[in-house]
């Protein structure tokens, strides 16, 4: 099984993006997703962006990522 986590799409150059994934910045690849713009959001596995999402979706995991790691925090 592979887990992907969303990210926000921050700026986008030309084989790769900045995107903020839950308050961490970081670099991934976007050969999958050429068409991907600013302010997108994309899963990231492994470095690279996997599939462009809806902010709906995204939101939602994000909040869900959270929880998780709030209780292995507590």
Same mark, same amino acid.
């Given at each position: #099984?592979? =887990? !992907?986590?969303?990210?926000?799409?921050?700026? *986008?150059?030309?084989?790769?993006?900045? %995107?903020?994934?839950?308050?961490?910045? #970081?670099? =991934? !690849?976007?050969?999958?997703?050429?068409?991907? *713009?600013?302010?997108?959001?994309?899963? %990231?596995?492994?470095?690279?962006?996997?599939?462009? =999402?809806?902010?709906?979706?995204?939101?939602?995991?994000?909040?869900?990522?959270?929880?998780? %790691?709030?209780?292995?925090?507590?």
């Amino acid at each position: #099984m592979c =887990v !992907g986590v969303p990210a926000k799409v921050l700026s *986008v150059s030309e084989y790769s993006a900045e %995107v903020d994934v839950m308050g961490t910045k #970081m670099n =991934v !690849g976007t050969i999958f997703v050429p068409e991907v *713009v600013i302010d997108d959001y994309v899963i %990231v596995h492994a470095g690279q962006a996997m599939k462009i =999402v809806d902010e709906e979706y995204a939101l939602l995991s994000i909040e869900e990522w959270r929880k998780l %790691v709030d209780a292995r925090d507590n």
